[in-house]
């Protein structure tokens, strides 16, 4: 766990908090529709696997009643929207900046490994102005396979010259527990992200509940 040479980061639930940008998105469509709304903390077990599965994860919790024609529409209106209002409300969790910033200056290489959308993730991270801390960011569109399959996370290692073994995976879900251990990476998840099953947190290599505790792994 200690003195890894790479950390790569999930974005949604790890980096910065998205829920209440996903949720003005999301009502904006179901509204749009005359569907019924989703809650804050609904939002939390829907994210995770990209905006389709979002969109399908919502329709289901709904009760909507959805082919892929339908969830086709509902994904143009939402992204019309959170395209537009990608950072209204969404704001780093706390320490992140601080911990990105102590991180480079010990000279480690940094990635986003996230299921989002790669031009969306890099707008967010643009806007939030962190994005000049990364040094590769692959989005769940940006190779044939997302996470949980290791292959993002490979080819992360692969770009940046840096073994699976120097690697380390830091994600809030179940997605990047095994997208971590898939890849042969020791995993530290993210007790305030969104995930409603904590029995991953026994499967974790750490767990913490602040992101400074990042630090520790730096002698």
Known sequence: MKNKKLFIFDLDGTLVDT????KNSLNYMLSELDYPLVSLEEIRNLVGYGAREL??????TKNIEHDDAKLNEMLKIFLLHYTHNIDDDSILFNNVREVLEFLKSKEIKLAVCT???EKLSVMLLEK????KYFDFLVGGDTYIKSKPDPLPLIEICNYLKISQSESIMIGDSATDLNAGHNANMPVVL??????DNKNI???ADM??????QLKDLIT
């Open 55 to 60: 969109i399908r994860r919502t329709a289901v």
């Open 207 to 212: 767990v913490i509940n602040n992101f400074s």
């Open 201 to 203: 947190y026994k499967e």
């Open 19 to 22: 829920a209440p940008d996903f």
């Open 128 to 131: 939030l102005d962190v994005l």
């Open 190 to 195: 993210v007790e305030y992200g969104y995930t």
């Open 115 to 117: 299921n989002k959308m």
